[in-house]
């Protein structure tokens, strides 16, 4: 059973493109996290996806910034028109039923240049 | 609402040396509190979770971390730090908000280990 895995791990962009980060779950798990962390920081939470569904998106920035975790296939962390201020390490869980069951990914570092 | 301080962002120790990471949280309900190791460039890797069983819980590598309610600390423990003990350590505290459950991490204290 392969862990979360996380692509790309490295993804350098230009201020105003787009970034999309995708999160392939463990097998069975139907329940994604998206965090986010800064240098110096712990973890934020983002957002909290089951399949086809946001559940909590309370820790999005309001604009630029989405999520999904359709039927087939990985969960997308979409950023577009992104800032310097975006540049950070965003990390996915899993879980099968609750967060406290959830294992991270290898995470993606997202450079704005 | 749920929070964790981690006192401490820096923490050095001599290798064979106890390392001390120091953990206290606040939450208004029984909490799951968890820590995880992370070394750089690298995810976050579980290294225990108290669930509301023993107050003892004893992890991988040799950690262990005692649940005290009366402190609300969950202090994270070794008794003999090794070379490759040397990362960035994260409490974690669960926060049930809203219909939904989430980790709330503190900032993080990195272990240094010196030969």
């Known amino acids: 059973n392969a862990g979360v895995m996380q692509n790309p791990r490295h993804l350098v962009r230009r201020r105003g493109q787009e970034a999309r980060l995708r999160c392939s779950p463990m097998?069975?798990?139907?329940?994604v996290y998206w965090y986010r962390q800064l240098p110096e920081e712990g973890l934020k939470f983002m957002v909290y996806?089951?399949?086809?569904?946001?559940?909590?998106e309370s820790g999005m920035p309001k604009e630029r910034f989405s999520a999904e975790f359709p039927k087939e296939g990985p969960s997308i962390l979409r950023i577009q028109q992104v800032v310097r201020g975006d540049s950070a390490a965003y990390f996915c869980?899993?879980?099968?039923?609750?967060?406290?069951?959830?294992?991270f990914g290898q995470g993606t570092r997202l450079t704005v240049v | 609402a749920q929070s964790v301080t981690q006192l401490g962002s820096h923490v050095s120790v001599s290798e064979g040396a106890l390392v001390l990471l120091r953990c206290n949280y606040s939450?208004?309900?029984?909490?799951?509190l968890f820590w995880y190791v992370q070394y750089p460039n690298q995810g976050l890797q579980l290294l225990l979770k108290?669930?509301?069983?023993?107050?003892l819980v004893k992890g991988i590598n040799d950690f262990e971390a005692e649940f005290k309610k009366s402190e609300t600390s969950f202090h994270l423990t070794k008794p003999s730090a090794h070379m490759s003990d040397a990362a960035e350590y994260f409490c974690?505290?669960?926060?049930?908000?809203?219909?939904?459950?989430?980790?709330?991490f503190g900032k993080g204290t990195k272990l240094t280990v010196n030969p």
């Open positions: 108290y669930t509301s069983a023993a107050t």
């Open positions: 097998k069975g798990h139907s329940h």
């Open positions: 974690a505290v669960t926060l049930a908000q809203g219909g939904s459950e989430k980790l709330v």
């Open positions: 869980a899993s879980s099968p039923r609750s967060v406290t069951e959830a294992f």
């Open positions: 939450s208004s309900v029984p909490p799951y």
């Open positions: 996806l089951q399949k086809e569904n946001i559940i909590d």
